[in-house]
């Protein structure tokens, strides 16, 4: 049985909304429809295009990553700001899940110290990227289990760039926690006290999966 990705919200920066809107008004349509029409003609001309440049994506996986491409795409050509897409892996064991406090400063969020795995995403390939990123920060080789939230990062219209953030539920396959890449210690804790530990903001999506282990 072919597995399937679920996406609980996606947050659309300012600008993306108000091109939605015009959209809606234009067409009549409500903004489902719309990423509905817009995400089966991403997928029917990437099919059907035999002349595909060798950079373009195949459409090979799961719909939760189709709707993120496309997103992606939406929001690098309505403004020139650069923008940035961030993996986070919540891993859990149980009713736990595992944290790292980073070694220095991150560059772009202020008082980021205790965090999920995390990082810079190099690919489209997002589900890939987060399995080298959580093994990287933390020795453990994971699998994805679904992406859970996407969302832009709150004050990223204020910043020079801006942040798009991934959150992927893993399993642990192997391995032996031990930190590496951005972390200097890492340690499990109760999914329920991560706020306790946590020096930046918590989605209320975030928060809500957290309570289900």
Known sequence: MKRKSLITAISFPKETGLILDKLQNKFHKNRSELLREMINYYVE???????????????????????????????????S???????????????????GLRKKNDRFVK???????????ESLNFENEIVKIVERETSLKIKVVQLVHARVFPDSPQKSIRI????????????????????????????????????????????????TF
């Open 45 to 79: 001309s990437s099919v059907n295009n035999k002349n595909i440049k060798q950079n373009q994506e195949y459409i090979d996986d799961s719909d939760a990553n189709k709707v993120l491409k496309l997103y992606y795409k939406l929001i690098s050509v309505t403004k």
């Open 81 to 99: 700001k650069p923008t940035i897409v961030v993996a986070v892996g919540i891993v859990n064991k149980k009713n736990k899940v595992i944290i």
């Open 111 to 121: 008082d980021l110290h205790w965090t999920f795995p995390s990082g810079k995403i």
């Open 164 to 211: 798009v953030v991934l959150y992927y539920h893993c399993k642990i396959k192997s391995g032996r926690q031990k930190p590496g890449g951005d972390f200097k210690e890492i340690k499990w804790v109760p999914a329920a006290e991560v706020h306790r530990y946590f020096t930046t903001s918590v989605s209320d999506e975030i928060t809500a999966f957290l309570g």
